[in-house]
């Protein structure tokens, strides 16, 4: 009878290993990856859509925005990024009194009113990012960018 039990014993084992491991169902989210430290993978695209006084005008490529002194910037891990104040690219590329009313971006149109376009304690701008699309935000004073308000920027409205 000893052989016999030994025998069932491997039999069970033999039997139960050919059959798959459960899976076991996920505890965690899958690690998602943080690219913004990546060197930029794509040059920059400059080309934005800009209607002036509620009508379809032109397109800003990188001829127009070389024509603009570029603001010293830099990503939030230290990489320079090409910089621009937004009111400089209207003020140079439109007229002096030129204000930025809408950024289009992402599938969204952000407004800018009258007085967060004058405020003296943060400039609107346009920056590079590494996939070589623009973003908008705000700089404080001191040049610290703040938040991204709009990604993958297409598009300007303005008022002459």
Known sequence: MRW?????????VVACSNKEAPTAAPTEKPHHHEDRRDPQTAPT???????????PSTTWTAKDFANVTKMPGKATDGQARDTWSL?????????PTARVTAVIGEGKKVVIDAATWNATDKTPILHSTRRGTLKFRYADATGAWGDTIAKEVSGLEIQP
């Open 4 to 12: 016999s039990a030994l025998g069932l014993v491997i039999a069970c």
């Open 45 to 55: 695209e400059l080309a934005i859509a800009v209607a002036i006084a509620g009508k």
């Open 87 to 95: 009111r400089e690219l209207a003020h140079q590329l439109v007229g």
